[in-house]
């Protein structure tokens, strides 16, 4: 409930003030499970990512923004909430199997999951190298996967700025549902894995214009931030 009162809210606001965009909304099912595969741009994607969709749009995200204090932590829990988040633990091993089991438990319910491959908001724009928690939700869910590509929100709110700019659009584009019902049944193959993912990286590049970068976004950021550090000793 608290989903659609946030939304009811905030979207004639955003329509009046942004006026988003959208191209594809019809490849988004009406009613039944699937996965919305997206880009990762700007903290605006959790704004103009759901926007366009009339269904209830749920996503997995890190449990850090539901566990700080006082004031500010509050209203963090309270927009990520208001905003369909649901925590969980990314440090790996286990904690990944429960957030694919997480994940898991939304399909079969029915719902719309909502889910960034990259794992992190790009650093620069570019699109960067998924991660294939993704194909094992689809191959196990055995649901169609959507690519669902974000465009202008890096441009409107890039890193680190904590207000959207004025005067530019943001868009959302949805792609054709894949299909990856051949490779049913071999969720455990590490090459089939990578090359699903691939193929939602490459649907999301096409739709998007991205750059593509073969590797892993929060390994670019960690080289970028060493970089400007090696920059600034030297001046």
Do not use: C
């Amino acid at each position: 409930m608290f989903y659609w009162v946030v939304k009811a809210i905030l979207g004639p606001f955003l329509h009046l003030v942004f006026r988003p965009w959208t191209e594809g909304g019809e490849n988004v099912p009406k009613q039944g499970p699937a996965i919305l595969a997206g880009n990762h741009l700007s903290f605006a994607d959790h704004f103009f990512g759901p926007l366009q969709i009339r269904r209830k749009v749920i996503s997995l995200g890190k449990a850090d923004y539901f566990t700080g204090s006082g004031v500010k932590g509050f209203f963090t829990r309270l927009f990520f909430s208001g905003v369909g988040t649901v925590p969980i633990d990314r440090s790996g091993g286990k904690a990944s199997e429960a957030a694919l089991r997480t994940g898991l438990r939304i399909l079969r319910e029915g719902n719309i999951l909502g889910i960034y491959p990259e794992g992190t908001r790009s650093p620069d724009g570019r699109l960067y190298k998924g991660k294939t928690g993704v194909a094992r939700l689809a191959l196990e869910s055995r649901v169609p996967v959507i690519p669902w590509a974000m465009v202008n929100t890096y441009e409107m709110m890039p890193p680190g700025r904590p207000l959207p700019k004025l005067g530019i659009r943001p868009g959302v584009k949805f792609g054709k549902p894949l299909d990856f019902s051949r490779y049913y049944g071999m969720e455990d193959d590490r090459l089939v894995l990578r090359a699903v993912t691939d193929e939602i990286m490459y649907a999301l590049m096409e739709l998007s214009g991205q750059e593509y970068v073969d590797k892993y976004a929060a390994s670019a950021r960690v080289e970028m931030e060493r970089a400007a550090r090696a920059a600034a000793a030297k001046h």
